[in-house]
């Protein structure tokens, strides 16, 4: 069974589509028209091994909050759409991911249950064009709309951009390891019997 969500979100504030394959082989489409982003969304999906591709037209006049936060809301929602009934699949995924100087833990469960614990130590306002804050913004609207918890920790790290990076990095092994297959298991990895 193919495990491809496509979104289409239109607000007065952003326009959105958004195509994600968890069974990909890590090509990205991206273009949400803050260089920097793509980059990290690109990132994303070649090292998760995701298919990813994103179209938005966003109010950038104003600044990137809202194609930013909505993005992250969209993305969200693909991940909860293409991940299905979650049976088979191990649920839980972390890693610890190098970045030069940087090393940004990230673990995840796909439980239903939203929950962001963020710790990253950004002094700059700005990586390229995207505003540090809004890293958080992202990383909290994917939790909420795919319904996990997630939690991203930096432990060690100066530079703004490894840490972001490995942020992101983090984030797309974890969670390619929480969809991957459990051979094992015959329904969801719970004791409930339900996720």
């Known amino acids: 069974m193919d495990r491809i969500a496509e979104i289409v979100r239109n607000t007065n504030e952003t326009k959105i589509h958004m195509t994600l394959n968890l069974d990909g082989s890590g090509t990205g489409d991206i273009h949400t028209g803050i260089g920097f982003f793509d980059h990290m ?7 998760g091994f995701f298919d990813l591709s994103v179209t ?5 006049e104003v600044d990137t909050h809202h194609t930013v936060e909505d993005t992250g809301i969209v993305l969200g929602q693909a991940i909860r759409q293409a991940v299905g009934d979650k049976k088979g699949i191990v649920r839980y995924g972390y890693q610890i991911l190098p970045m030069d100087e940087s090393l940004v833990l990230c673990a995840l469960d796909l439980c239903k249950r939203p929950y962001l614990v963020y710790d990253l130590n950004l002094d700059r306002e700005k990586v390229g064009d995207l505003e540090t804050e809004m890293v958080r913004e992202f990383f909290y609207a994917v939790s909420y709309a795919a319904e996990m918890n997630l939690h991203v920790k930096q432990l060690s790290g ?16 974890a969670l390619d390891g929480a969809v991957a297959a459990e051979p094992r298991l015959t329904g969801v990895l719970s004791t409930k019997g339900s996720l």
């Open 41 to 47: 969304l690109n990132s994303f999906a070649r090292h």
């Open 56 to 60: 938005v037209e966003g109010d950038l």
């Open 158 to 173: 100066m530079n703004n951009h490894h840490i972001i990076e490995a942020a992101f990095k983090a984030f797309a092994k």
